[in-house]
């Protein structure tokens, strides 16, 4: 076995350390290590209390999720915990980096805790569709009292050690060298005899809970809404009721049941396939991480609209200052107006401190002058979404920035190839999608050009992180990966009213799945005059045999905008959100099918659903065969982050692999022989399919 877990001697107290780089994850090889130190450390006369530490940066950050799904080799880590609890020598833990899930539950079983200031425990379990399986849901309610408890493990967010120790999860925090602190703590532990802390074996912080049991119900009304169609907050719940209504054993069994279920529902399965995949996202096979990046000291932002200053609250909210140019005076105080805006209503809402918004105003500067530009080390061009507008604006970053600045471009359809033939650097040039509103929506599509430099790609995705973002890598095409896969969704969901479904039952449909909303309700908090505006632009470009449908741009026609002008696919009341179904939407595709010669019908929820998801797996597999998206997990990390795609049920190609790709595979096949040649299906889903394989199979096209 791989020597994970060590033991030595400092002084009076016997050190054991986790050593399982990365994380220090609780693999079996940990588990059994910890049994064998502890027994070294009770076999030890000359140690008269123990510690437990992580090596490398962090303590333990949990279970090992790799090993999720696979029979379980013991020891168990509840016997292991059990194992710690019941040490007749006093057993500290000492935290640092992220003490969470499984690993939080070895600290509980400890009888004190010591962390360094920078420490965060959690239990982010939930956030896998899991709950804490070994003994967190029993011990922390008996720490800290139900409330607390529940808070931390029905929302799974990390809690700073500061607040740990306020809430008496964390004993002492240790000031310096944490091993020495923690040392020094087990030492006097020991020294004062202090009482081993059992925390299974005490329940006066359950009490008021006991004469109260309607703080459940209460909490779950609380989570209703924001966890609707998740499994796991719901069962978290559960397990915390276990811990109040049974006796310590009992609850652990409850515990572990509900932890199983969990682990067994296809929605863990996602969420895990969720989390490795944004990881994995990171990784460019041919940019290794070593690549040289250069160090984005200032940006600068080229147009002060709704992207572009919502980008500029990206760089400030990182700490980098950021200049903002424009044309015209009035569009750039419009726009720093509306960045203004936005962090009042942050800071009111109390997310925001007023100096902390003062700072991040600071570093936001407006100028007409394009010169103001020559320094940055990047600069985003979120100008009006018109090639030669753009070009214009890249001839001229070409003649003004620095050498080796790089130059993005914020467009969400166009070649980004072309733009970067503007400047006599396309090495430099990269796409950068955002999605809007830019300063809330964590995705970015950062696009790689034939001639985009490493460094560039490698720049952009070190930014990406510092700002806060998910991203993928996405090749060049027309719409790149998530819009170019959403066309085919919206054409669906026109097509589908046109042949007698109603824009509020597609919605229901796409809710119900778990999407926020459906695909109308989207389109007009969107704006229908940007896809209005696109489709014009392109009319020479679609081909006469495919079907489109007119309704979409006869709404235009009308000025029926969406929300912003009080009606598109729906109508409005003044100042409301609600989207009300619209009689006068009705006809409007009434008169549409009548001259197409549609006959209308009833359309069932299940064929909604097929024909509205089907088109995204079908063009993601057209995706991934020309290397567009470098694997499926990619495009779902974009659905999820992206599109609202619900993290439960993992992304619309995991999706798919659930459903088995060959029952996907005929179902569009059908499709096509009745729809006609938007159907056609991918030839990669049709050779998976054939294969019997999944997209989880799928390793790349060599290209
Ligand atoms: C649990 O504990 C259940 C128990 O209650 C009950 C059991 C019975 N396992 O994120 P990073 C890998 S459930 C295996 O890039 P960072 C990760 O894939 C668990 N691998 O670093 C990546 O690999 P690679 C509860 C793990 O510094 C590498 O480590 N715990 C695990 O940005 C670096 O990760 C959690 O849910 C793991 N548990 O963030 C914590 N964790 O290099 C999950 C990480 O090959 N982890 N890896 O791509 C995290 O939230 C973050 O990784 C962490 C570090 C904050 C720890």
Not at 56 to 85: H, M, S, Y
Not at 279 to 286: F, G, L, V
Not at 292 to 306: Q, Y
Not at 330 to 357: I, Q, W
């Amino acid at each position: 076995m791989a020597d994970v877990v060590h033991y030595e001697r400092d002084g009076a107290v016997g050190v054991i350390t986790v050593d399982n780089p990365p994380v220090n994850a609780l693999s079996v090889e940990v588990r059994a290590g910890l049994v064998d130190a502890l027994a070294r450390g009770l076999a030890d006369a000359g140690a008269a209390a123990l510690v437990i530490l992580g090596a490398g940066r962090t303590f333990i950050a949990g279970a090992d999720i790799r090993e999720f799904g696979k029979p379980l080799t013991p020891p168990d880590l509840n016997e292991v915990i059990g194992r710690i609890e019941a040490s007749p020598k006093p057993v500290i833990a000492a935290l640092h980096g992220t003490a969470l899930g499984g690993g939080l539950e070895v600290a509980l079983g400890c009888h004190y805790r010591g962390a360094v200031v920078s420490a965060q425990v959690g239990f982010p379990e939930v956030k896998l569709g899991l709950l804490p399986g070994a003994g967190g849901t029993q011990r922390l309610p008996r720490l800290i009292g139900v409330e607390p408890a529940l808070e931390i493990i029905v929302r799974g967010d990390p809690v700073p050690a500061l607040k740990a120790h306020a809430l008496g999860i964390v004993d002492e925090i240790v000031p310096g060298d944490l091993r020495a602190g923690a040392v020094e703590f087990a030492a006097r532990v020991a020294a004062e005899k202090r009482p081993l802390r059992k925390i299974g074996a005490s329940d006066e912080k359950l009490l008021a809970a006991r004469s109260n049991p309607a703080v459940f119900e209460t909490f779950r009304t609380g989570i209703e809404r924001q966890a609707r169609g998740y499994l796991a907050p719901f069962k978290c719940i559960e397990a915390v009721q276990a811990a109040v209504t049974l006796p310590f054993d009992a609850g652990l069994r409850r515990e572990r049941e509900l932890f199983v279920e969990c682990l067994l529902s296809p929605q863990s399965r996602a969420q895990i396939h969720a989390f490795f995949a944004e990881r994995e996202a990171t990784k460019i096979p041919d940019v290794p991480k070593d690549t040289p990046v250069r160090l984005i000291k200032t940006a600068a932002v080229i147009g002060a609209g709704t992207m572009g200053g919502g980008i500029a609250m990206n760089f400030a909210n990182a700490g980098i200052p950021v200049t903002v140019v424009e044309a015209t005076a009035e569009a750039l105080d419009r726009g720093l107006a509306v960045v203004r805006k936005n962090y009042a209503a942050t800071a009111e809402k109390g997310r925001l401190s007023p100096a902390e918004m003062e700072r991040r105003t600071a570093l936001i500067r407006g100028t007409l002058d394009f010169q103001a530009v020559a320094d940055a080390d990047v600069v985003v061009e979120a100008v009006f979404e018109d090639m030669g507008v753009k070009k214009e604006v890249f001839a001229k970053l070409d003649r003004t920035c620095t050498a080796g600045a790089i130059l993005a471009t914020n467009t969400s359809t166009l070649d980004v190839d072309e733009i970067a033939s503007a400047t006599a650097r396309p090495g430099s040039v990269i796409g950068t999608h955002f999605f809007s509103p830019a300063n809330v929506m964590r995705l970015l599509e950062i696009v790689r050009g034939a001639r985009t430099a490493k460094e560039t790609i490698a720049t952009a995705a070190e930014l990406a992180r510092r700002i806060g973002k998910v991203w993928v890598l996405a090749g060049n095409c027309d719409g790149f990966i998530g819009n170019r896969m959403l066309a085919g969704y919206l054409r669906e969901a026109e097509f589908l009213v046109e042949e007698g479904a109603t824009p509020a039952q597609v919605d229901r449909v796409i809710y119900d799945f778990g999407f926020p909303m459906g695909p109308f309700a989207m389109s007009d908090l969107a704006g229908l005059d940007v896809g209005w505006r696109i489709r014009k632009g392109k009319a020479h470009r679609r081909p006469k045999d495919l079907r489109d449908s007119p309704v979409a741009d006869r709404l235009c026609e009308q000025g029926r905008f969406g929300q912003k002008t009080g009606a598109g696919w729906y109508r409005y009341e003044k100042g409301s959100r609600t989207p009300i179904p619209d009689p006068e939407v009705e006809a409007l595709v009434a008169a549409s099918a009548k001259e197409q010669g549609l006959t209308r019908r009833a359309v069932g929820d299940e064929e909604i659903l097929a024909r509205c998801l089907y088109p995204l797996v079908n063009e993601g597999a057209r995706i991934l065969e020309e290397g567009i998206a470098l694997r499926p997990s990619d495009i779902d990390v974009i659905y999820l982050h992206g599109y609202g795609f619900p993290r439960y049920r993992g992304g619309p190609m995991f999706w798919a692999d659930t459903l088995g790709l060959k029952r996907v595979y005929e179902e569009i096949a059908a499709y096509h022989r009745t729809h006609g040649r938007h159907w056609q299906p991918a030839p990669l889903l049709r050779t998976l399919a054939e294969q019997g394989q999944s997209f989880r199979d799928f390793k790349g096209t060599g290209a």
